[in-house]
């Protein structure tokens, strides 16, 4: 090797020795810590600034310290994913096979995106290594053992648990890192953009990590732009350039700006930032001093010779006054500095791609938040920069100088996730690079022990059909009982999906037979299961909540069945409730007996026998016949079941039922029972057996005491029944008015552009602040160019999910095989308008 | 809302020598341009001078100032002097495409040692 050339491997790392979450080179020792991602997008200001503050708090608690902050990607465990959805699924008999292609294929579609997720590390430089201590391990090598001493690891035990004492409460939460961690950002930062293996499933330990190291190889050209990292095993190339920051503009986060180290970017960069945390009373003074004597220094010079002062050292002097004093006087979060430099890795297959991004990365940053990023030489020592324990690549230029507030404000742990990485493959992000968003509705029960209401609004068009159709779908394939309860019917179109066929009914209410919505049989009975109840009191109290919940179903019914002048009748309300005492409260009662109860109360007399009689004409209307009669059992173990009411129209809620039509009349109590058909189901089909139930127009609940009853049963036996419920409605007003939100776990809005006040509603059941300008975003969700008239091949949606975090997301079920065909709710263009034939039918032979 | 400033623009002045007193220079340039210019000077000029003789010390001279000037074209606030020369003489060197044969073992590995707290390491 001649003096012209250099190696450039992994194979001369300054990191001697790990040791739990300890790093040791032969000079220092550094302390690492994982940092857990931080729920940042959608919330209110005034918690996101207290959060800054307490950041800003420990990291003033470092003084003296150095810190290397890392921030890299894994990629996403897709096979580990899929294997576990797989294992949690239940395959329809002789269908394994089918429920296997579906899962590679969502599988195969993730990996298209080439998905990957991010990690942030803190390594707190603690202590310098003594004289002793390095005598001591070149000792120990030669006697065959080679390591640092207990002695010396003893000795910094304390100062280590001081330091993880101090980050780890709320802030920055941080964690020791493991290390599976430790190496696993070693390879990261050595093989720097090159695809690692996908190892997670195999859980491999650190020394097979490190292993990998082995085989990268480095390649720098003189006063080259990039660096080329070569993985021998694969024949990978990596090209990389090393961007550092440059200028910044002062930061108003979160006001204004987003955190400055988690900018949305559409490829993955790795982040490294070293910096010094300079206390109040050490170097950042005596250094600030200096600055002030130089420019002072320099106004005097511009005095003597008789020149006018440039505006500019006016300003640098005030500024420089400004930070001395906030510096000697402020608080610890304000008067702490931070020195050091921050540079991002960009890699791409070929050079060329490596440059391009680079100059995204610097065209986003300079609009977003301008700051500038520069793209500096020495990109070799800049790449060794990112290996923990490798010097820094150029500590003279691109020095920044920020007080710890804006460090804090950096926020690289700012994370756009949403979901619970482990249902279903439903979309994608919108915001920090198309990050993949799966939904198992049954984790808010089974893992976070929570309720499993889920409520979604959307304005028609908004796409609330495809959400909930895609989601039956999902559950339906993997063998979860489904039950969908879609008034218009468009959702049927499921059952002539064939993997969906054999396992599907479509229960039509129009055509259905008598006695299939009969009320008193609608609710269930508990049953004396020891699991359920812990004591006969509970069970009894159980008992007797279910026949309040009867009879308040069966008196919401016949008031719907009855004329609407006797909404709100005293008199009337009194004579049923009078009769339903009358009428035996068990499942196999019926309507007919409340009529003859009514005909014969005491004392009742005509008012009596005229509700009876109203109620007895109301049985005659075709489709009232689903409530009168035996209730009648819906014999079906279909893994998915449609409930419809195609033909009728929907009331229509925002008049009074005065002006609605008879079809009209009917629909209501028709969907309120409907509602009530689907969760009875479940109750049918097995404690521990997943069960999902889609409830759409479910704003027809608000108003009668029944549909609050029907939530609060659906709360309560989410967790016992393992029961996931979708509530969905246009208007979130309407949803509101059921006063939900302390029960709900997961919420979907999707596109509300016509009201203000109702987008401010759907922004109240995301939980997210309003008048922020929020409400904007909601009416920019699926948003089509009026020029285009293409249709729109996506859905957009805020999901806040069960750990409250909140996220745009896009709707994806494309790698579905027809079903997005089948969930095409929207009417067919006529096939005339796409022809640019002449008309002459229409204007005569001299027009052709 | 809450302006969080760097500190960078103290540290963004240039300090300029005007000249002696008494007299304004027409050019006003940083300090520390002087004082590489001595030394790059004093690096032309020698050699010149012991190899070619005094005749050429001019045209040495010349040429040392013209590569300061031209190394201070690259010389700001976030890029200094010091920066802009150790670039110049340490970033010329390249790595050779490794040659085909035996692999060479890592001369340092990381050890990973049990800190006794139970972690996995294997």
């Given at each position: 090797m001649s003096i012209f050339t250099r190696r450039a491997t992994g194979d001369d790392l300054r990191l001697r020795e790990v040791v739990g979450h300890l790093t040791f080179t032969a000079a220092d020792v550094t302390a690492w810590y994982l940092l857990p991602e931080t729920v940042?997008?959608?919330?209110?200001?005034a918690p996101r600034e207290a959060w800054l503050e307490l950041v800003a708090r420990q990291y003033a608690g470092l003084a003296g310290c150095r810190l290397h902050l890392r921030r890299t990607t894994a990629p996403y465990p897709v096979r580990q994913w899929a294997t576990n959805l797989w294992r949690t699924s239940v395959p329809a008999v002789n269908d394994e096979q089918g429920l296997a292609m579906h899962l590679r294929r969502a599988a195969a579609h993730l990996e298209e995106t080439a998905p990957h997720e991010g990690f942030t590390m803190l390594g707190v430089t603690i202590a310098r290594r003594s004289i002793n201590d390095r005598i001591a391990e070149a000792l120990g090598r030669l006697l065959?053992?080679?390591?640092?001493?207990r002695g010396e690891r003893a000795r910094i035990a304390e100062k280590v648990a001081g330091f993880t004492e101090l980050l780890?409460?709320?802030?920055?939460?941080a964690r020791p890192a493991t290390p599976e961690q430790l190496a696993w950002l070693l390879y990261r930062s050595i093989g720097l953009g090159l695809t690692p293996p996908d190892l997670m499933v195999l859980q491999p330990g650190p020394d097979d990590i490190m292993a990998l190291t082995e085989h990268i190889d480095r390649e720098r050209t003189p006063y080259g732009s990039t660096v080329k990292l070569i993985?021998?095993?694969?024949?990978e190339e990596s090209h990389v350039a090393i961007l550092t920051v440059g200028q910044m503009e002062p930061q108003i986060t979160p006001e204004v700006h987003d955190p400055w180290l988690a900018l949305d970017l559409p490829f993955p960069v790795e982040v490294s930032c070293r910096v010094d945390v300079l206390p109040p009373d050490g170097p950042a003074a005596k250094q600030l001093e200096h600055r002030l004597a130089m420019i002072t220094s320099q106004i005097s010079e511009h005095a003597e010779h008789g020149m006018p002062v440039p505006p500019h050292l006016e300003r640098a002097r005030e500024r420089a006054l400004e930070v001395a004093d906030q510096v000697r006087t402020g608080r610890p979060e304000l008067a702490t500095s931070i020195h050091g430099w921050h540079r991002f890795a960009i890699a791409a297959p070929t050079t060329e791609g490596a440059l391009d991004r680079a100059a995204q990365l610097r065209r986003l940053y300079y609009e977003h938040a301008r700051i500038s990023v520069q793209h500096p030489k020495l990109q070799e020592p800049l790449a060794r920069?990112?290996?923990?324990?490798?010097?820094?690549?150029?500590?003279?230029?691109?020095v920044r100088r920020l007080p710890v507030d804006l460090w804090a404000a950096a926020?690289?742990?700012?994370a756009a996730r949403v979901g619970d990485?482990?249902?279903?493959?439903i979309g994608f992000t919108?915001?920090?690079?198309?990050r993949p968003v799966m939904l198992d509705l049954h984790y808010p029960m089974e893992?976070?022990?929570?309720?499993g209401l889920v409520l979604m609004v959307a304005e028609p068009g908004g796409g609330k059909s495809t959400l909930l159709g895609s989601l039956a779908y999902l559950n339906a394939r993997r063998g979860v009982i489904t039950t969908l309860v879609d008034?218009?019917?468009?959702?049927?179109?499921?059952?002539?999906m064939p993997e969906l066929a054999p396992y599907t009914q479509v229960l039509n209410l129009t055509g259905?037979?008598?006695?299939?919505?009969a009320p008193y049989g609608l609710v269930p009975d508990p049953q004396p299961d020891p699991a359920l109840y812990e004591s006969q009191t509970e069970y009894d109290n159980a008992f007797r909540a279910a026949l309040t919940e009867r009879r308040a179903l069966v008196t919401d019914v016949v008031m719907m069945l009855l004329?609407?002048?006797?909404?709100?009748d005293k008199q009337a309300m009194s004579l049923l409730r009078e009769a339903l005492r009358i009428?035996?409260?068990?499942?196999?009662?019926?309507l007919e007996q409340v009529i003859d109860a009514l005909r014969g109360?005491?004392?009742?007399g005509f008012e009596g026998r005229n509700l009876a009689n109203l109620l007895a004409d109301a049985a005659e209307?075709?489709?009232?016949?689903?409530?009168?009669?035996r209730p009648a059992a819906i014999d079906t173990t279909a893994t998915l079941l449609v409930i419809t009411m195609s033909g009728l129209p929907l009331p229509?809620?925002?008049?009074?039922?005065?002006?609605?039509s008879t079809e009209e009349k009917m629909a209501l109590p028709m969907l309120h029972c409907a509602h009530r058909l689907a969760v009875a189901r479940?109750?049918?089909?097995?404690?521990?057996r997943r069960k999902f139930v889609g409830l759409d127009?479910?704003?027809?609940?608000?108003?009668?005491s029944s549909g609050r009853e029907l939530f609060d049963r659906i709360s309560r036996d989410s967790r016992k029944w393992n029961l996931a419920a979708v509530i969905a409605s246009q208007n979130p007003r309407d949803i509101l008015g059921l006063d939900l939100l302390n029960l709900v776990t997961t919420v979907f809005v999707g596109r509300i552009v016509q009201d203000q006040e109702i987008a401010a509603e759907a922004l109240r059941l995301l939980q997210i602040p309003t008048g922020e300008g929020y409400e904007a975003v909601l009416g920019a969700l699926s948003y089509q160019d009026?020029?285009?008239?293409?249709?729109?091949g996506y859905r957009e949606f805020v999901m806040r999910d069960v750990d409250g975090r909140v996220q745009k997301i896009r709707i994806d079920?494309?790698?579905?095989?027809g079903l997005l065909a089948a969930l095409d709710t929207n009417p067919p263009a006529p096939l005339a308008l796409a022809s640019?034939?002449?008309a002459p039918a229409l204007f005569g032979e001299r027009y052709r | 809302m809450a302006s969080r400033q760097p500190h960078d623009d103290v540290w963004r002045t240039r300090n300029v020598w005007l000249g002696p007193p008494g007299l304004t220079l027409p050019f006003h340039l940083p300090y520390a341009e002087y004082g590489v210019g001595l030394v790059v000077s004093v690096l032309f000029v020698v050699p010149t001078q012991l190899l070619?003789?005094?005749?050429w010390c001019g045209f040495a001279l010349g040429a040392a100032i013209l590569v300061t000037h031209l190394l201070f074209q690259f010389v700001n606030p976030d890029r200094p002097a010091r920066q802009v020369a150790l670039t110049v003489l340490t970033d010329w060197k390249r790595t050779p495409p490794r040659q085909a044969g035996p692999e060479r073992p890592l001369r340092a590995r990381v050890r990973f040692v049990d800190d006794g707290a139970g972690r996995p390491n294997r």
């Open positions: 940042w997008h959608f919330r209110p200001d065959r053992k080679p390591g640092t001493s780890a409460p709320a802030g920055l939460r993985n021998r095993q694969t024949g920069e990112f290996i923990p324990g490798e010097p820094i690549g150029d500590r003279h230029g691109y926020v690289p742990t700012a990485h482990r249902g279903d493959l919108q915001a920090g690079g198309n893992i976070r022990q929570r309720s008034p218009s019917g468009p959702l049927a179109k499921l059952a002539t259905a037979q008598p006695g299939t919505l004329p609407p002048e006797y909404e709100g009428v035996p409260n068990r499942r196999s009662s019926t109360l005491e004392g009742a209307y075709p489709s009232a016949q689903l409530f009168f009669g229509r809620m925002n008049t009074s039922r005065v002006h609605w479940t109750y049918r089909m097995g404690r521990d127009e479910a704003h027809v609940l608000n108003g009668w009026p020029n285009d008239e293409t249709p729109l079920v494309s790698w579905v095989p640019t034939a002449p | 070619l003789g005094w005749k």
